[in-house]
């Protein structure tokens, strides 16, 4: 997945996603010069960002 696809996909901005990246909370590529992801791993980020309703975030 591009960048692009993956903050439509979150509902994300790219510096948000640039910041996970630099944190190494999601994984990502290079092809190229360009920036990838696999869709296992998108969802494995969000999986895990994931807070149930009425649950107070730190």
Excluded: H
Excluded at 7 to 19: M, Q
Excluded at 35 to 51: G, I, M, P
């Amino acid at each position: 997945m591009t960048v692009a696809e993956v903050c439509a996909f979150a509902k994300c901005g790219r510096t948000f996603l640039y910041g996970e990246i630099a944190k190494r909370r999601i994984q990502s590529f290079k092809l190229g010069s360009a920036t990838r992801f696999k869709r296992q791993d998108v969802e494995e980020w969000l999986s895990n960002r994931l807070v149930p309703v009425g649950q107070e975030v730190a």
